[in-house]
């Protein structure tokens, strides 16, 4: 178990390095870009999130996933390379074909989503149309990177981006003064660069052969992720979309604010995310896979609970650090969206046996039920609630995702979890964000370390206390900190 474990985390740490510093970097220049950006443009932006999320699970028809599962399965060199250039192939026709319709039909699109303003954010539209097309073509090299296990190779190319992408968009927001349109173009123009850096990766896997054999067999895996990826995005995408019906588009933005800022324990989910795909798909092969996934779950969900206490217990201090008055509000949001991406955590560690026995038809239930839990209880709550009640509907969607996905994966791919220890890592967590919480008012940046360090105190305590951790965990946590006190004192 130590092994398959020790090779997860590292690949997660990988993943997920590279990223933790951009975003530190991005929340220490949120305060620089809202003294530009209108709470109006923070509502155009999320709207533009939405668009750009929704029209990328069109762009790839599910295709990406069917990628994924299908290339272990294909011999080394001609077989897998049939396999991806018949997809890049149907993606380039199909998916041409759905970006030109867009292009055409962009300012009728407009003027749906921004009413007045629809002049004013137009062109950032067609910009994050046709980046999102490019970028449709970007997941074959980006899977075979972690296939391979080539994480160092596929994070530095992240990174990379992320960087140059943070840097454009300083400058042509906050020196070029081309606000939201600046940050669509400093998209683009990423891309357009990483293409040629990835065209090795796609010109192994690139020949002029075509299969309709394989294109049928992808589609059938994916289409039916097709419906379930976009009423998935319907929980995010949905939810900002209804709320923006029944608030103006400055008190979006707030709302907007409050979710980039409860969506930062998302920083470890995509890292894990990366990670856990190819791994759970070379584990099921293994000897008494389920031994594994449900130890990894336990960690997962503990991880999880902490993070959410964590971003709990500072919401309040940290919009205070990062945003003007006007966004105050941002901070009952927080907590609630961070619940619902640790939701989504939980989705993703118990919905894998889908997947592993292809039985991906039931995703598209799973996202519909969901889907209609958070835009029915947000049609209900939003109105009076405002912000809060969509920031409840989101929590919701994904809790009803998580809930009915686990159900069905289970029923097909047999799993039973520690359920106690479950219990007590979440009981920690709720007990942890408490006492942060209590604390006394104080200076939002003494509150910020003061709260979090109490968090992260507490939760620790309570799991080596409170029965969780099993005697092996023990004896290798005891283990392991005299080992990095000798490491540290030696560096």
Not at 86 to 111: D, H, I, K, W
Not at 153 to 165: D, E, K, L, N
Not at 232 to 244: H, P, R, V
């Amino acid at each position: 178990m130590r092994k398959p474990l020790g090779a997860l985390t590292r690949n997660v740490a990988i993943y997920g390095a590279g990223d933790v510093a951009v975003t530190v970097v991005s929340m220490a220049l949120l305060p620089l870009y809202l003294k530009v950006l209108s709470p109006a443009d923070n509502g155009a932006l999320g709207l533009l999130v939405v668009t750009e999320t929704l029209v990328k699970i069109g762009f790839r028809w599910g295709l990406d996933g069917a990628f994924m599962r299908f290339y272990l399965d294909r011999d080394e060199g001609p077989p897998r390379q049939k396999l991806a250039s018949t997809l890049l192939t149907f993606l380039g026709v199909a998916s041409g074909g759905l970006l030109l319709l867009l292009l055409l039909t962009a300012p009728g699109l407009a003027g749906h989503l921004f009413g007045d303003a629809a002049d004013e954010y137009l062109t950032a539209l067609r910009l994050v149309l046709v980046n999102t097309f490019l970028l449709t073509f970007t997941f074959v090299p980006f899977h075979v990177m972690r296939m391979r296990k080539e994480a160092v190779t596929f994070s530095a190319f992240t990174f990379g981006r992320s960087v140059a992408t943070l840097l454009l968009r300083f400058g042509f927001v906050l020196y070029a003064g081309w606000g939201i349109t600046g940050m669509m173009l400093a998209d683009l123009i990423v891309t357009i660069v990483l293409l040629p850096l990835l065209w090795p990766w796609i010109r192994a896997m690139w020949r002029p052969v075509f299969s309709a054999n394989e294109l049928r067999l992808c589609l059938r895996f994916g289409l039916p992720r097709l419906p379930h990826g976009l009423a998935q995005q319907a929980l995010d995408a949905g939810n900002l979309y209804l709320l923006g019906r029944f608030i103006p588009l400055d008190r979006l933005g707030v709302y907007q604010i409050g979710t980039t800022i409860g969506r930062a324990i998302k920083l470890f989910l995509s890292a894990f995310e990366t990670g856990w795909a190819p791994f759970y798909y070379e584990t099921a092969k293994q000897p008494d896979p389920q031994m594994v996934f449900r130890k990894i779950t336990t960690y997962g969900i503990a991880m999880l609970s902490l993070l959410v206490a964590g971003t709990t217990a500072i919401a309040t201090d940290l919009v205070k650090i990062l945003t003007p008055a006007a966004y105050d509000d941002a901070a009952l949001v927080v907590p609630l969206i961070a619940l619902g991406i640790a939701f989504q955590g939980v989705y993703l560690l118990t919905s894998i046996g889908l997947n592993l026995t292809s039985q991906t038809r039931y995703y598209p239930l799973s996202t519909f039920a969901a889907a209609v839990v958070g835009l029915g209880s947000g049609w209900i709550l939003m109105p009076r609630y405002g912000v809060v009640g969509a920031a409840v509907a989101f929590a919701l969607s994904y809790a009803t995702l998580g809930a009915v996905a686990g159900f069905f994966s289970r029923w097909h791919y047999p799993m039973t979890y520690e359920r106690g220890r479950i219990a007590r890592v979440v009981l920690a967590g709720v007990v942890a964000a408490a006492a942060g919480v209590a604390l006394p008012d104080m200076p939002p940046l003494a509150g910020l370390f003061a709260r979090g360090t109490t968090t992260v105190v507490v939760f620790g305590v309570l799991l080596w206390s409170g029965g969780f951790l099993r005697a092996s965990e023990r004896a290798l946590l005891t283990s392991v900190w005299p080992l990095a006190r000798r490491k540290a004192r030696a560096s």
